[in-house]
Nanobody, 125 residues
Framework: QVQLVESGGGLVQAGDSLRLSCAASGRTFSTYAVGWFRQAPGKEREFVAAINWSGGRSYYADSVRGRFTISRDNAKNTVYLQMNSLKPEDTAVYYC??????????????????WGQGTQVTVSS
């Protein structure tokens, strides 16, 4: 069993940066791939980024590639999402999730077994 807690969201202006954290409980966290997803009002939850168990493989949505960076520190049971050059269209609730293949992180939300409660990111123009 893994419990996930996101933090680091907030209200920023376009062009600013934020770093989200996903803190996990459970000794097996380092064996899971982790993904970040987001959901804007009235829209479906969409894939943002994912990282494998070691941090050696990561995937990004086209909309964030080059601006967002996912990383993890297994010693701290934490995964990060560094978000730079934020745009108003990045406004959403951001969720982290764990599960699926440890070696090849999934971009599909149904693959993930464990989810956090989410953290709000609002980008003003």
């Amino acid at each position: 069993q893994v419990q996930l807690v996101e933090s680091g969201g907030g209200l920023v202006q376009a062009g600013d940066s934020l770093r989200l954290s996903c803190a996990a409980s459970g000794r097996t966290f380092s064996t899971y791939a982790v993904g970040w997803f987001r959901q804007a009002p009235g829209k479906e939850r969409e894939f943002v980024a994912a990282i494998n168990w070691s941090g050696g493989r990561s995937y990004y949505a086209d909309s964030v590639r080059g601006r967002f960076t996912i990383s993890r520190d297994n010693a701290k049971n934490t995964v990060y999402l560094q978000m730079n050059s934020l745009k108003p269209e990045d406004t959403a609730v951001y969720y982290c999730a764990a599960g699926g293949s440890a070696f090849y992180p999934s971009t599909t939300r149904t693959t993930y077994s464990y989810w956090g409660q989410g953290t709000q990111v609002t980008v003003s123009s």
